[in-house]
C-alpha cells in the first residue's frame, strides 16, 4: 500500500484528487493538507508517508518551501509537484529541491497513476514534456547553457525574491535577510542581469511566473 499526503489548498479540488487516487488499487490518501505548515503538523502525529503530492502554488508555505523543509528534515518522503507551470526556471528549482516527479495539473488520472507508481517503485518520475524540456535545456549548446546558467538560483536568491515581492523596502529586505544594505544591493543587481530583467516589478513578475511567490 503506497500511502500519500495531499497538500493543496484548493479545498474542492483536493477532495476530488483524494477521491480518485483512493479508486486506484494500493494507493491510500492518509491525510489532506492545505499548506506546507499543515503538513508539518501532519507529520510531528501521523506515521511518515510514502509519498507527499504537493500544489506548488499555494498562499501559506507554498510548495517550493515545503519541498525544500522536507528535503531537509525528513530526505526521506519522496514529493510529487503538482504544478501549472513549467518554464525552466521553476523545473530547474524543483529538481534542486529534490523533487521526485513533477507533474502538469492538466495531466490524466492515468498519468497520475502512473507518476505515483513510478516514484514509489523507481525514485523518480519526469514525464516526456518535462524530460524533453531538460534535455534540449542541455542539448542547444550556448543557449542551453545560458538558460541553465540563469535558471540556477540559489537559497539566498529565492528568499530575496520572495521578499522583494511584498511591500518592504530594499533596507527591510535587508534587515530581514540579516545582511548589509549593499549585499542585497548586490544580489538585486546579480538577479537583473541572471533573470533579464530591469526592475523589481521584473523579478516580481519572473517570481509568481514561475511559483516562487503566490498571490
Known sequence: M????????????RNALATRINEFENFKVVDQC???????????????????????????MNGMETAQWLKKNRPSIKVLMLTMYDSDLTLIQLLQLGVKGILHKSA????????????ATEGQYYSNHTT??????????????????????NDEEIFFLQLACSDMTYKEVAQRMK???????????????????????GLAMVAIRNGIVSL
Do not use: W, Y
Open 2 to 13: 503506497i500511502r500519500i499526503i495531499l497538500v493543496d489548498d484548493h479545498v474542492m479540488l
Open 34 to 60: 492545505s499548506h506546507g505548515k499543515e503538513l508539518i503538523q501532519s507529520l510531528k502525529t501521523n506515521p511518515e508517508p510514502d509519498l507527499v503530492l504537493l500544489d506548488l502554488n499555494m498562499k501559506e
Open 108 to 119: 490524466s488520472p492515468a498519468d497520475l497513476r502512473a507518476a505515483i507508481a513510478t516514484i
Open 132 to 153: 524533453s524540456k531538460l534535455v534540449n535545456m542541455v542539448n542547444s549548446k550556448e543557449d542551453g547553457t545560458k538558460r541553465l546558467q540563469k535558471s540556477l538560483l
Open 179 to 201: 545582511l548589509n544594505p549593499r549585499t542585497v544591493d548586490s544580489i538585486r543587481d546579480q538577479l537583473f542581469i541572471k533573470l533579464d530583467v530591469k526592475s523589481r516589478v
